[in-house]
């Protein structure tokens, strides 16, 4: 009975120190930087994570005013971790909104705009998703991506005077 | 009826695991003294190496009696047991050491070649189990105070009162030479809690690993240091006792 007894004892502790060990190797990997992101990526694991809507629809409103700091501050804090593809979307496009200028582009701007878009295509499991806002002249990551792209290459059309007539999307 | 192999079990195949993998989780674990973000800095190569020294050692040391712990007439599932508790020994070693190493900079590079001095120097040493647990307390406490109390000091923002010693001492040497990222207090703690936990482990270790007692284990020692025709009237007791 109790060499039955010892055996369970080792395989249950077994089982249970190799999910301890996939658990501290899943806590290496994604690298959370507080509790909070702890419980938000295990969420994110598990499939039931959602970004608070009430801070991305306030980010929304913000950024249709043009306060594009104060919007990305709202999706931050919608999407703590970064995993929803539709806000890294928003602060992308908040990005090359603010970089955007007639004379130059902030090229640090849309350099953190391309990351921002780079995690929204990495995070759309369906390849490339269409975000409809009728405010927006970009719906899909990757147009948005190929406008930051072309942003920070230097050329010859960046001496071109008519380009003071383009328009921002 | 005895409840002792159960009890055995439990610390062999669940506490030992539990702590080493504490160990492990908690030996990268900074937090960053602005932010106060975790950092996990995944084991340097370098503490990887520290790592299989040490393991040699405890298995030098007795602490680890490797033809105990896997072997043919052993169920197939103490053997798997016992291989993982291995592994997790040897990760819990190495952030051990990832816990008591700088970062980066000068400091790093200086900790890991006398961690290396020291242990491969111990490889060539005689040592039983006790004295080994001692020299390692002393190795990582010595590491601990030196990284997290000395070097915290000299180079926390505020200005601890090494750094205003320092500054008077060492003007000419060049700020980034000695690199050393700042960490909250709480980093000192996490590191004192695992290097309590490793050694904790160990101690621990040292009692549970014994199909054969401490005494006939360090008769065994003993035994392997005296000539051959000495070898006979102490090794049938212990044949004897195995059987």
Known sequence: MNRMQARIIQLGGLAFSVLYA????????????????????????????????????????????????????EWQLADPIQQDARTQFYIAYSFYREGW??????QELFKQGLDAVNRSIALSSSGSPTFDDSNLQMHTPAELKAELEQGTEQSWKDINPLKVLRTRK | MSHHPNNRALVSFVLLPFLFLTVVLLGGLRVDAVSRHFIFIAPPLVTLI???????????????????WISSDLPPLTNAAHIWMFISLFFASAQAFNSVLPERGLFHWMFAFFFLWTLWNNQFSLFDARRLLRSLAILFGTAFILKHLLLASLYSPEGGWLK????????????????????????????????????????????????????????????????????????????????
């Open chain 1, 101 to 106: 200028g007639r004379v130059y582009f902030d």
């Open chain 1, 22 to 73: 996939v658990f501290i190797i899943w806590l290496y990997a994604t690298e959370p930087r507080s509790f909070k992101e702890v419980t938000s990526s295990a969420e994110v694991a598990a499939g039931t994570y959602q970004i608070n809507l009430e801070k991305f629809n306030s980010g929304l409103d913000l950024f249709r005013r043009d306060q594009f700091r104060a919007a990305r501050v």
């Open chain 2, 50 to 68: 520290l790592g299989v020294l040490l393991v040699l050692l405890l298995v030098r040391g007795g602490l680890i009696r490797f033809q105990h």
């Open chain 2, 164 to 243: 205003r010693v320092t500054a008077s001492l060492i003007q000419g040497v060049i700020e980034g030479t000695l690199d050393v990222p700042n960490f909250a207090p709480a980093t000192g703690y996490i590191a004192f809690f695992t290097l309590a936990l490793y050694v904790g482990g160990l101690i621990l270790l040292t009692f549970t690993d014994n199909d054969i007692s401490d005494i006939d284990h360090r008769i065994a020692t003993k035994s392997r240091q005296l000539p051959r025709t000495e070898l006979p009237p102490i090794a049938a007791p212990l044949e004897s006792r195995s059987k």
